[in-house]
């Protein structure tokens, strides 16, 4: 029996011209926007200069917040809010790749929640938000058209998601603020994508639709291999990729994220292991360890691989070996990982600690 529900309800806009063309969106979401983003690649990709040119257009204010740190913590969330609240901002535009994205939907559930505290923001109840509008600069985590946020909670040495279902209103993805993403970014979030594709197509909570996106992210994916290989992009690399990263965030809007995701955030909290590669190097034993062959073996004929060792050298070769990680760190990692019940939900058998602890190990102790 097949029974699901498929809501995604981000409008996209995609293409060269996606944010310079954008006055009438920004003119129909609100009268002051705040505009989160990163403090250098937005003013050297053109993204800001395009926002504030289109919001200037559509005479609609705007006021700056340029100090998101990679992997946001939610302190500074809450400062961004107080500057947005002070200004009478009534939207928020996120610039950059999932750190900004991620926590422009942090600071819209403050500007409409100013009770809102640090551990309603990460636990809840859910709350609304006032409307986002999300600018995509990397091609990895597809927070343009998911409802999840990411925060770093330095109290617990961990990242959570948070628990509100605020997806952007619009997600604008122009190609060409990646152009010049250096080789190792471009790497690491692509590998990001791919992670989403995978873990959402093997996912408990997979269903027809996020299944369709899944196995044509892996078609696309496919196509650019060779261009991820060498190291060198054209605009139509640039493209695919972004496609790509959209295409695997709505995947797991339905779907979610299972084990890679869980067992790569340690990774990158206490080893700084950029979140994209800190998936990619569990990815090979995850599969390993993932029961049904036969989504496995379909999963990649669409990535034009024969064979999962094929993959696992694919991936080695994009993401090196860590050498960081010793066995103590991975009995640590495993004994949190035991208790993140819904990554492991969502994973469609039963895994244990030890279960968890041989995927580390065979992975990151070689
Ligand atoms: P990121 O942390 O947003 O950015 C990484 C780096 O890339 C930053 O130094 C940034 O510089 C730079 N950068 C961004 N765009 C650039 C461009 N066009 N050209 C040159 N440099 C550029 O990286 P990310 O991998 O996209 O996002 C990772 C975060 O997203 C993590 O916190 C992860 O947990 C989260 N995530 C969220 C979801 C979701 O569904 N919401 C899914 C997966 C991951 P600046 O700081 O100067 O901008
Ligand atoms: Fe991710």
Same mark, same amino acid.
């Given at each position: 029996?097949?029974?699901?529900?498929?809501?995604?309800?981000?409008?996209?806009?995609?293409?060269?011209?996606?944010?310079?063309?954008?006055?009438?969106?920004?003119?129909?979401?609100?009268?002051?926007?705040?505009?989160?983003?990163?403090?250098?690649?937005?003013?050297?990709?053109?993204?800001?200069?395009?926002?504030?040119?289109?919001?200037?257009?559509?005479?609609?204010?705007?006021?700056?917040?340029?100090?998101?740190? =990679?992997?946001?913590?939610?302190?500074?969330?809450?400062?961004?809010? =107080?500057? #947005?609240?002070?200004?009478?901002?009534?939207?928020?535009?996120?610039? /950059? /790749?999932?750190?900004?994205?991620?926590?422009?939907?942090?600071?819209?559930?403050?500007?409409?929640?100013?009770?809102?505290?640090?551990?309603?923001?990460?636990?809840?109840?859910?709350?609304?938000?006032?409307?986002?509008?999300?600018?995509?600069?990397?091609?990895?985590?597809?927070?343009?058209?998911?409802?999840?946020?990411?925060?770093?909670?330095?109290?617990?040495?961990?990242?959570?998601?948070?628990?509100?279902?605020?997806?952007?209103?619009?997600?604008?993805?122009?190609?060409?603020?990646?152009?010049?993403?250096?080789?190792?970014?471009?790497?690491?979030?692509?590998?990001?994508?791919?992670?989403?594709?995978?873990?959402?197509?093997?996912?408990?909570?997979?269903?027809?639709?996020?299944?369709?996106?899944?196995?044509?992210?892996?078609?696309?994916? =496919?196509?650019?291999?060779?261009?991820?290989?060498?190291?060198?992009?054209?605009?139509?690399?640039?493209?695919?990729?972004?496609?790509?990263?959209?295409? #695997?965030?709505?995947?797991?809007?339905?779907?979610?994220?299972?084990?890679?995701?869980?067992?790569?955030?340690?990774?990158?909290?206490?080893?700084?292991?950029?979140?994209?590669?800190?998936?990619?190097?569990?990815?090979?034993?995850?599969?390993?360890?993932?029961?049904?062959?036969?989504?496995?073996?379909?999963?990649?004929?669409?990535?034009?691989?024969?064979?999962?060792?094929?993959?696992?050298?694919?991936?080695?070769?994009?993401?090196?070996?860590?050498?960081?990680?010793?066995?103590?760190?991975?009995?640590?990692?495993?004994?949190?990982?035991?208790?993140?019940?819904?990554?492991?939900?969502?994973?469609?058998?039963?895994?244990? =600690?030890?279960?968890?602890?041989?995927?580390?190990?065979?992975?990151?102790?070689?």
């Amino acid at each position: 029996m097949m029974e699901f529900t498929y809501h995604m309800p981000t409008k996209v806009v995609f293409g060269k011209g996606a944010v310079r063309n954008a006055a009438a969106i920004f003119k129909e979401t609100g009268s002051k926007a705040i505009i989160v983003t990163g403090r250098h690649s937005s003013k050297i990709n053109g993204s800001l200069a395009d926002v504030v040119s289109a919001l200037d257009e559509a005479g609609v204010a705007h006021v700056l917040f340029d100090e998101v740190e =990679e992997n946001p913590g939610v302190k500074t969330v809450q400062k961004a809010a =107080e500057m #947005a609240r002070e200004a009478y901002a009534d939207f928020v535009i996120g610039i /950059g /790749g999932g750190s900004p994205m991620d926590f422009a939907k942090g600071v819209a559930v403050l500007i409409e929640n100013s009770e809102c505290t640090y551990m309603d923001l990460i636990e809840g109840p859910p709350l609304s938000a006032a409307p986002v509008i999300a600018v995509a600069t990397t091609s990895g985590t597809g927070s343009e058209v998911t409802h999840y946020a990411i925060f770093t909670d330095y109290e617990e040495d961990t990242k959570k998601n948070y628990v509100h279902r605020i997806f952007p209103r619009y997600a604008l993805c122009d190609p060409s603020y990646t152009q010049f993403l250096s080789s190792e970014v471009t790497v690491n979030t692509a590998v990001d994508a791919l992670s989403h594709l995978v873990e959402g197509y093997m996912a408990t909570a997979a269903n027809p639709m996020s299944d369709m996106h899944a196995r044509n992210g892996f078609e696309i994916f =496919e196509k650019c291999k060779r261009a991820l290989l060498e190291g060198e992009f054209s605009y139509e690399d640039r493209e695919n990729l972004m496609l790509c990263s959209t295409i #695997a965030g709505m995947v797991i809007s339905q779907a979610g994220t299972s084990l890679p995701h869980g067992m790569g955030y340690p990774l990158t909290y206490f080893k700084g292991i950029a979140h994209g590669r800190a998936n990619g190097l569990v990815m090979r034993e995850y599969l390993e360890f993932c029961s049904d062959k036969s989504k496995l073996r379909g999963m990649l004929k669409l990535l034009g691989m024969s064979s999962l060792a094929e993959l696992g050298e694919f991936l080695d070769k994009l993401l090196g070996l860590e050498k960081n990680v010793n066995a103590e760190d991975i009995a640590r990692y495993s004994s949190d990982m035991i208790k993140n019940v819904a990554k492991l939900r969502n994973h469609p058998c039963p895994v244990s =600690e030890e279960d968890i602890a041989g995927i580390y190990a065979k992975s990151l102790l070689r």
